[in-house]
């Protein structure tokens, strides 16, 4: 099976930059995908990581660590739209073939 | 390029009842997920298709099921509607196992 674990909420200032950590346990690893959804929304795709190493697009940057069973998502020059809720998902593999598994989000709160 | 599109936008039911919720997939993508987000929790997995057959499926009872048609197109069908069915429904598509893009998601609500 996969578990995975993210904070529920993080508060950060506009301007600022924020980190959203993601942890996952998984049987069988095919990526991992960061959406964006804002509040009674669709997820967004924000970005996408199989190999270790950090993608940069824009103000987002992920990150992974495959050995570590760890991402993260690093949103920069926060701006009031970036509230929203950050979805962590594991792609698997074999029995759960092309299966997204999410985690329950973190809610981002941007302030003045 | 057309995005997912997913109808209806909103849809009451009662106990018992039966829903078939529908979904169109972003051009040139062949496989569509379907997920339940219930308020505050992330996706839950419910099955996938692909080449009109099942191809995964998560922990949901047999009432829960689905259709694809040869334009790709899907449908979502569930008897026996219970409250705890009350959610989100939301349709992805994609190339194969590739980036899943989700329509608007269907707002069900059972009475």
């Known amino acids: 099976g996969q578990n995975i674990d993210q904070p529920t909420e993080m508060t950060a200032t506009e301007g600022a930059i924020v980190q959203i950590n993601c942890t996952y346990q998984?049987?069988?690893?095919?990526?991992l995908f960061w959406y964006q959804q804002h509040a009674g929304e669709a997820p967004t795709f924000l970005s996408y990581?199989?190999?270790?190493g950090l993608e940069e697009k824009g103000r987002f940057s992920s990150f992974l660590s495959r050995s570590k069973g760890y991402s993260y998502l690093l949103l920069k020059e926060l701006q009031m739209k970036d509230s929203a809720s950050y979805l962590c998902?594991?792609?698997?593999?074999?029995?759960?073939?092309?299966?997204?598994?999410f985690g329950a989000g973190t809610q981002v709160v941007v302030t003045p | 390029e057309t995005g997912v599109t997913q109808s209806p936008t909103h849809l009451i039911k009662t106990r018992g009842q039966q829903v078939t919720l529908r979904c169109s997939s972003q051009?040139?993508?062949?496989?569509v997920s379907w997920y339940q987000q219930a308020l505050g929790q992330g996706p839950q997995f419910i099955f996938q298709?692909?080449?009109?057959?099942?191809?995964g499926r998560g922990n949901f009872p047999p009432r829960f099921s689905g259709l694809q048609f040869p334009n790709y197109s899907s449908e979502l069908n569930v008897n026996a509607l219970e409250l705890d069915d009350s959610a989100l429904y939301l349709c992805?598509?994609?190339?194969?196992?590739?980036?899943?893009?989700f329509g608007p998601g269907t707002r069900l609500t059972v009475l």
């Open positions: 992805a598509s994609s190339l194969y196992t590739d980036t899943q893009y």
């Open positions: 998984t049987s069988g690893f095919n990526g």
């Open positions: 990581n199989v190999l270790d």
């Open positions: 998902a594991v792609r698997g593999t074999t029995d759960s073939w092309g299966k997204f598994q």
């Open positions: 051009s040139g993508h062949n496989t």
């Open positions: 298709y692909y080449r009109e057959e099942e191809n």
